[in-house]
């Protein structure tokens, strides 16, 4: 079937003649000229760009999901619903919520950014889940301003959150989703397609081995705005079974590769402290809401902030291709840079997480110029096992921004095993650490900032660990990296 079709601000669309790597952001200005929604940065730091999609598979049920339409694929809007500023009220009729207190806070200044902004705050206006404070923070953390608006524009947020409003985007939450059609869509010399099971997959990927595999596209949309990239054949995932979270018997966990990071940011926040904490500045809500637990990984970036965590953690990878299932562990899947051990025709189908031995401390640190919306200088997951006597009997150091590939620290794991649990062990990994990576330097860092930061890190990590095992950030803090004072027994060190 040719033609992307899905439904925007309550009308059905069908789009036929635009190429598949069209964003959706390009599309709404200059073929729908809904101008509404605006381009500010093309990459998804801004916010102008904000839409709405609607988010049938979330785990609490359906709701309203904040995105960045400059990294949407036109392929990627196949059976879903969008709503633009545009189409939140209409000439006669009044203001949505989310507007009208914009305009009640005075929220609005020099207006660019104020689409966008709304749009953040419709989907707050139907979350069920902004319960702690640091989650408004979070909320509007992707959208800039360029007046400085900020405190009127939290204000609002304030008021709006959760009100959810009997209305026709509250009752569109309720209705029973469509099946969605397989695509395939050729125009302009490129082809894309969204398979919807997985024969119809692997059939694709048989016939177009070097087809681009596309998830989220936080990543790849910045090839298709900053480079012009261009992809003979396109393939959307969006349509398969590769969505969820499960808890494993045993008390692991099984994530789904094309799980969005808020929905795991979210199931994560009590049980496994350590992934929380890295996910709360991975980047911008909309981001989140796009970007997926398997497009981190198979991106393969040496500075993927998913990465150094589930190495520490002992992750498993589960791939899956024409001839079935096959299990690699996350220490064997980066091979080299931006290089893994996916074979032709084969994806990344979930993730496996172990329990975590109950004599376990853990946590993670993220250090970048910036708090929100920034790439890692350096970032790692860090997990070691004290025994009875007071001796580490088992380490798990996993950096990244230090090599080609995420990696392990090997010369400082084997310094702190069999040592007792104390900061000498850690003064001692830190200085070990050193020989373990030959960073490189560029302009986030220098090779000597990325080894003294990645060092001081494991001395850190003793001090934030010896009291509470796996410590979780406070509802609002000022960075990951928490280390104890004389006043407060875990005051928030500058990142």
Request: charged share 20%.
């Amino acid at each position: 079937m040719d033609g992307v079709r899905f439904t925007l601000n309550g009308a059905a669309v069908t789009v036929t003649d635009a190429t598949p790597q069209t964003t959706l952001l390009d599309w709404l200005r200059q073929s729908a000229h809904l101008t509404g929604t605006k381009e500010g940065c093309a990459e998804g730091d801004c916010g102008a760009c904000t839409v709405a999609l609607l988010d049938t598979e979330a785990p609490g049920g359906p709701t309203w999901r904040a995105i960045n339409s400059c990294l949407v694929l036109l392929p990627q809007l196949h059976g879903q619903s969008i709503v633009t500023v545009e189409g939140l009220s209409g000439r006669r009729e009044p203001l949505h919520p989310a507007q009208q207190i914009m305009v009640d806070k005075l929220g609005s200044q020099c207006g660019y950014c104020t689409p966008g902004v709304v749009m953040s705050l419709f989907e707050a206006t139907y979350r069920k889940d902004l319960g702690r404070p640091w989650q408004l923070d979070d909320q509007l953390s992707g959208n800039l301003c360029r007046c400085t608006g900020y405190r009127p524009i939290r204000e609002a947020a304030e008021a709006v959150a959760g009100t959810a409003p009997a209305d026709g985007f509250a009752r569109a939450l309720q209705a029973d989703a469509s099946a969605l059609p397989a695509l395939r869509w050729v125009h302009d010399g490129a082809e894309a397609h969204v398979p919807t099971d997985f024969d119809h997959l692997f059939e694709v990927l048989a016939k177009h081995p070097d087809a681009r595999l596309v998830a989220g596209a936080t990543d790849v949309g910045l090839d298709v705005t900053k480079k012009g990239a261009r992809f003979a054949c396109m393939v959307s995932l969006h349509a398969l079974p590769l969505r969820g979270i499960v808890r494993t018997a045993e008390g692991g966990w099984r994530i789904g590769a094309t799980t969005r990071l808020s929905d795991l940011e979210l199931a994560v926040q009590d049980d496994l402290p350590a992934l929380a904490r890295m996910l709360r500045f991975f980047g911008s809500r909309q981001i989140k809401n796009r970007g997926t637990v398997g497009g981190n990984l198979c991106n393969a970036s040496p500075i993927g902030d998913l990465a150094p965590v589930l190495l520490a953690l002992d992750a498993t990878l589960v791939l899956r291709s024409a001839a079935g299932e096959r299990r690699v562990g996350i220490d064997d899947f980066f091979l080299a840079y931006r290089k893994t051990a996916l074979g032709v025709g084969e994806i990344l189908a979930a993730v496996e997480i172990p329990p975590v031995p109950a004599d376990a401390r853990l946590s993670a640190y993220k250090v970048s110029k910036r708090r929100e919306m920034d790439i890692s200088a350096v970032a790692c997951g860090l997990l070691v096992r004290v025994g009875a006597d007071g001796l580490i009997t088992h380490a798990r150091f996993g950096f990244g921004g230090m090599a080609a590939t995420p990696a392990r620290a090997a010369a400082a794991e084997a310094a702190v095993i069999g040592q007792p649990f104390s900061a000498g062990t850690f003064a001692a990994a830190a200085d070990a650490s050193r020989q373990d990576f030959n960073p490189l330097s560029d302009h986030r860092g220098s090779a000597w900032y990325r080894a003294t930061v990645a060092s001081n890190l494991l001395k850190g990590f003793f001090h934030e660990v010896h009291s509470e095992a796996a410590p979780a950030l406070a509802d609002r803090p000022s960075g990951t990296l928490l280390t104890p004072s004389p006043a407060t027994p875990h005051a928030e060190a500058a990142r």
